[in-house]
Each structure stands twice: as C-alpha cells, then as structure tokens.
C-alpha cells in the first residue's frame, strides 16, 4: 500500500508491505522481509526524488503483530 502526499515538500510519503504467519515465532523475521521486499522491488520509484519516504514492514499472526520500518530522507535516482 502506498500513500502519496500531495505537498511532497510538506509530507512524507509511505509504503506499506503486509505479510502473514502461521506462528507468532515468525512474526519478526516476516516482518524485517517485508520491509526488504519494499526496496527489493523499488516500490519507492512511484514517489518523487525529493520526497521522503517511511517505509513500514508489517507481519501479523491472528491478533498479534511486529512491525519494521525505515525512513528515507533523500534518495539517488534508481
């Protein structure tokens, strides 16, 4: 999931990878994978250069979660 902001310069940007688990063991290691999948993929090309942008990995088991996340402040092209 990806939020845009309309004031680059005003807001950050945000990407959102979920993943699933069987057992709460996993959650941690799902979830520092989804974060890599964000970058992986380069899912950030779709925001401007000059945008900075959170990037949030998110696992869930049930009701439980973990999350990771990063925030890049300025970026190279790709």
Known sequence: MMMIPKSPNLQHG???EFKACKTESE???AAAKALTQIQ???YIQA???DTPVLL???AFCGKEMKEAH???EARVSL
């Open 14 to 16: 945000i990407i959102l």
């Open 27 to 29: 959650l941690e290691e």
């Open 40 to 42: 992986d993929q380069k």
């Open 47 to 49: 925001f401007p250069k």
């Open 56 to 58: 949030i990995g998110m």
């Open 70 to 72: 990063t925030l890049l």
